[in-house]
């Protein structure tokens, strides 16, 4: 039993808001707000540099990493943090490629975000070997997964529509082609249970912003199969993953252990952020967070499009199929969501023309999803969105 008034008494949230967009930017912990305080006062402050023992900073990737694997999955000791899910990302890809030296093509979808491919092109260019990207439409990774790839690397949940990857059978059948795969959990983790372990994965990344609270900014975690990783070639081999980095040996030899993929110097602040945010998942069980999930996505769906008949549904109607997000299409989008959050109901946009809503159960319950709906359907049955102040466009979206 996950007691959902419980985890929501456990988050600040801002008085009159409807925050429907916990899959870009969780919401604040209360107690992560005096942990920061005390890190930055106290252990920063007064400790200084002691700290580094005496509070257990240098510990703190490998402390957060255990926290995180219990909700992806993971055994202990097999996911550690730290870097931006990018960089996580082109190390997690330049190690299997590395150990999968004799092919050449790199299998992802046309939904992957942006960065993900930018940073497989741009890892691409510097290896310079030949290596092909291929795009294809979600649909069509299994038929292309042949003796030609050398790694898998999909995104599960589709951060426009929230479209999901059945993750085990795809990682199966990429393992039957003798590709290996890693999975990008940035709108997993937290969100959707994931079984790391149970469908073999060779490789997850994620980031700690999204639904697991971390604060903007907070860094992002990496997995490797355990019977992989000292296999797993680093490709930043920094300091901290070295297997002795007080000895300040001239040469590398990486860390027997996850702990070779830390690169430098952890973000201590942010750490310490998530690690009090970890807290809200203590007692929660995934599986009921995905009840929960389906429910509020299912009223929202059920609301919007009883009231907005312009409105195109752009996630997959099947719940199996569909993460913890709902999108709608709309030329206007962008004004919609402005209109919306004029009206203290907080959602985004993602071009040319993808309304997002995220459903959070540990804050967000049946009540919001109502407040969210009416809003929506006023905004658009009026029109408000249509005004001037709408439609100009700030930078983030
Ligand atoms: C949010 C997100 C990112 C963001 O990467 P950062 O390096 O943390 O900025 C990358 N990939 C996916 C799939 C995401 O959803």
Partial sequence: MTDFSATKSLFHIPKGLVYLNGNSLGMLPKSAASRARAVIEHEWGEMLGRSWNDAQWMQLPERLGNLIAPLIGAPEASVVVGDTLSIKLYQALASALALNPNRRV???????????????????KTLDRGYVLKTPAPQEVESLLDERVAVLMLTQVDYRTGRMHDMRRITEL??????????DLAHSAGAVPVDLAACNADFAVGCSYKYLNGGPGAPAFIYVRPDRVNSARPALPGWLGHATPFAFARHYTPAADISRMRVGSPAVIQMAVLEEAMKVWEGVDMAAVRRRSIALCEQFIAAVEARCPLLELASPRNSAERGSQVSFKFAGGYAVIQALSARGVIADFRAPDILRFGFTPLYIGRDEVDIAAAALAEVMATKAWDQPQFHSRKPVT
């Fill in 174 to 183: 990429a393992h039957k082609a003798g590709a290996l795969v890693i999975w």
């Fill in 106 to 124: 790199i299998l992802s979808d046309n939904g992957n975000f942006p960065t993900d491919l930018y940073i497989a092109e741009g890892l691409m």
